[in-house]
């Protein structure tokens, strides 16, 4: 079982008493040891068993499933410090001997705080340096296990620890051969080999194949040393002690070379990679029961509103029901990040209070509403209370031209309009890309994919600024959902978003877009 780091805790504070202990017994006559020579054997055997421990914990580390982790480099480091002090220990107790024991007490005690102090120190600076490599992700990495991995993101390259197949197989039922003793056989002159051994799945040969001798082989099972090729069992008689051979084969035919998929070494996935069902299979290949990833980001998500109700609520005149909050968490937890999702109404102090509140729990925000010039649109004046620093004020696009976006206490805080596509939108093109960077994914896949289709139909509208309509892209071609009905595209509309994949961006300046024409396509992040 992988040592915890409470345990290696443990070990620090015991080394940091007891050493100033056990080398302050050697400046202590009259303790009731018999001789002096006790008192130092009982220092030294102390100290040899907490360098014991040390030894002992990392050589658990290096047989461990973090093997390559970032816990892992972090525990080891910790170690090294505490070996440094082990060593510095065994020289004052070397120097305390030399000098027959006759140190004072403050003497040894001094010294022996000094030497066990070393390690603590030499731990903040491991921990300052693992920080500084990579600030996006915790020190203390997450170890999950494969079944909980899928969608998770890699914390630190994960290679292969051997090459697969980890040797040489055979890929179908037959025979296993020398390749020159095959030669001129066929149907007509079949050629007649005793059959020595049976391989199956899981067996390892216990000798190597001697010319002029046949292996009963089994698909998956490993080729016996001498053996160069596989004659699949359709092109023989399917003897068992005995086999005629109908067909010659050319050296390493039909053979999967040790390394064939993946060589020992390679990077299956890097740091980084969000992790599928392909990535996990390969890694269990590889003998990994579990790996690190990066933590999970919380993002509250903060729907504002005096005209909301919640989903279940009875409806009233002048009221909406809240589907900004429910289709912004829902696309969140889709991408793997965990959602406290909450809605207050147009009150800058509950607006304030909610943000505190979330901020507080989350790693970031995320709010629809309240961000335009209206008379309770409160959002910037909420930012400036809160002293957040304003990282974007307005994007230059329709839909979602009055977003914000800012960071508060270190955290990201994206304030989103209140108008369903365009909080769609904004939320695909800013927002997303900024959390999952955050949340350690390469950048190359934070961003949406931009690609050119081919236009299916059109849009009647004339663009003046750059606009975004939502759509369908399949195989080079792209559909506006609402056959060319513009309507169907105001940022207000939602139900057009169903079924939909990507942007199709309209530079400013264009007019109406026909059916054939080709257009930037920006694909949603998956």
Known sequence: KPLKLPSVTAYLVAGVLIGPYC??????????????????????????ALGFIAFSIGSEFRVSELKHTGKQAFVIGVLQALAATFLVDIALIVIALLTNGRLSIAQAITLGAIATATAPAATLMVVRQYKAKGPLVDLLLPIVALDDAVGRIAAEPL??????PPFDRSPLDGYALHSADTSGASREAPVTLPVVMKLCAGDAPASPLPAGCAARIMTGAPLPEGADCVLMQELTDGGEDAVRLYAALKPEENVVFRGGDIAAGAVIAGAGTVLTPAHLGVLAGQGYAAVPVCKVLTVGVLATGSELLAPGEAWTPGKIYDANGIQNAARLRQLGFAVERQQCSDDPEVITGKMQELLTRCDAVITSGGVSVGQKDYLPLVLEKLGAQLLVEGVAQKPGSPMLAATLNGKLVFCLSGNPFAATATLEQYAIPALLRAAGRREESCIPARTVCTLTNGFSKPSKGNRYLRATACGGKVTLPGAGNAEVHSSGALSAMMGCNCLVEIPAGSGPVEPGMEVEVLCFVQ
Do not use: Y
């Open 159 to 164: 290679s292969a620890r051997m090459d697969q």
């Open 23 to 48: 080398l302050g017994l050697l400046g202590i006559e009259g303790l009731g040891f018999p001789t002096q020579e006790s008192v130092d054997s009982l220092s030294l055997i102390s100290e040899v």
